[in-house]
């Protein structure tokens, strides 16, 4: 396992696999890895010649009131984690080497960018935009890595990558999942013993309003069940519930296909996120 902080030893060895014609895979992440994140880099690790993780919280995409300052880190424990599933190299570099120059050149998230996360973390995906093209460029990956747990991120990259034509071949992992349900994040340790109690509402009513949707085609009913039930069983609040057509996140229609049913809760001062994505006709829904 080789451990680099700099742009030059990254380029050096990029360079030398480059020209060995060796395949490249990337992880990107912030780190404080779980089992999700393990899961993407072992399929990286069966479909690639070298494994890349990078490792940085990054700050351009975190709100002035967001958790930037004490999101977990631990880079020593990581490393072992990585080591474990066959991780080649981990790019763990400072905010100054990522981010040497003020100002400069943004990149936009389009209307995907709107609404779910997007319309409560404001600049939130254009600062993942940001950090993800530059990873892109630096490591010139095959095939990167993303998780469906943070779905709305995965189809604005999409986006990107088919707009700004990025060599690469993106790869989505689905969810993984504690066993009683709750979405896998570096945010849990977070939880107090009673939030993390609680926790599994949230992907028990997506489900419930899954196959409530299934059932009866009714959006709204089935998102109301939901509803309850996490205000039931959760001392928070929702920031959003919704059903949309995925990837492009626009209205269900009769030409929609796959939805993603998305949802945000605070519990206490923690942001959780989860989602479900299925096949669901538009033709179905009684709204
Ligand atoms: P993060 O470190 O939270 O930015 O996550 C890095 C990558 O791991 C992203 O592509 C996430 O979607 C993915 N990821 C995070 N949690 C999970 C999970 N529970 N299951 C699958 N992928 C995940």
Do not use: W
């Amino acid at each position: 396992m080789n451990v680099i902080h700099t742009i030059e030893a990254l380029r050096a060895i990029i360079l030398e696999n480059k020209q060995k014609g060796k395949r490249i895979g990337l992880v990107p992440t912030m780190g404080y890895l779980h089992e999700g994140h393990l899961k993407l880099a072992s399929q990286a690790r069966t479909e690639n010649d070298v494994v890349i993780m990078s490792i940085f919280v990054n700050p351009t995409q975190f709100g002035p009131n967001e958790d930037f300052e004490s999101y977990p880190r631990d880079l020593q424990r990581d490393t072992k984690l990585a080591t474990s599933v066959g991780v080649d190299v981990i790019f763990a570099p400072s905010v100054e080497e990522m981010y040497p120059h003020d100002g400069g050149i943004s990149i936009l998230a389009g209307h995907q960018a709107t609404l779910l996360c997007g319309a409560s973390r404001l600049g939130h995906f254009d600062g993942v935009l940001q950090v993800v093209a530059k990873l892109f460029n630096l490591i010139q990956p095959d095939i990167s890595y993303f998780g469906q747990k943070d779905a709305q991120q995965v189809a604005i990259i999409q986006t990107m990558v088919r707009d700004y034509n990025f060599p690469v071949e993106l790869r989505i992992v689905p969810v993984v999942r504690e066993e009683d349900g709750l979405a896998k994040s570096s945010r849990n340790v977070y939880l107090s013993e009673t939030e993390r109690s609680q926790a599994p509402a949230i992907q028990q009513a997506l489900q419930l309003a899954k196959r409530e949707l299934m059932k009866s085609g009714n959006v709204e009913k089935s998102i109301q069940l939901a509803e309850k039930i996490i205000e039931e069983n959760v001392e928070g609040r929702i920031d959003y519930l919704t059903l949309l057509s995925y990837p492009d996140l626009a209205e269900v229609t009769t030409e929609t296909d796959q939805v993603l049913l998305a949802v945000a809760v605070y519990i206490g001062k923690t942001r959780l996120i989860d989602n479900l994505i299925f096949s669901f006709k538009g033709e179905h829904a009684h709204v």
